[in-house]
């Protein structure tokens, strides 16, 4: 029997690395879509309690949009016309297991996506992110914020 996390909404703060696209961090299920390293994108690891709670884990693509050295994640617009917006891909990686296996489950796997240096270019390998999840307002939908690190605070 296999125990699955309870979904419950946590911190509003988290932190991560970005890390590049290495096919050996990857399931076999992405191998004929990225069949090697790829030194052009980063891979950003979505907080796990974040991608629920605004809901990225089930569509297969998001909005990401570039403000200088911030990153939001969402499904639905955040009507920011003036800002780049890019639709990344949502991949999964297991969660507590090997990375390579290809027995992957959508509900409560880990949730990544893959952006490239020449979209994303305030970041590079390595660096610190701080995510924080934006609750919905009146004005915007909720979303996930990354942060550079060199400029949280």
Known sequence: MTV??????????SSSTVR?????????????????????LLRFD??????????LRWYETMRVIR????????????????????????????RNGNPKTDLLDETSD????????EFATQWKENDKVEY???RETEEDERHIE????DYSG
């Not at 699955?4 to 703060?13: C, G, V």
């Not at 639905?76 to 999964?92: D, G, I, T």
């Open 67 to 94: 403000d200088d050295h911030r990153l939001l994640f969402s499904i639905l617009p955040l009507h920011r016309p003036e800002l780049y917006e890019y639709n990344a891909k949502r991949y999964f990686s297991c």
């Open 4 to 13: 699955k996390p309870k979904m419950i909404e946590t911190a509003d703060t």
């Open 46 to 55: 979505l907080p796990w309690d974040m991608v629920n709670i605004v809901g």
């Open 20 to 40: 590049p696209h290495l096919v050996q961090q990857q399931s076999r299920t992405y191998e004929e879509e990225l069949p090697c390293n790829d030194e052009s």
């Open 132 to 134: 924080n999840l934006i």
């Open 146 to 149: 990354a942060k550079h690190s």
């Open 110 to 117: 880990n949730v990544y996506t893959l952006l490239p240096k």
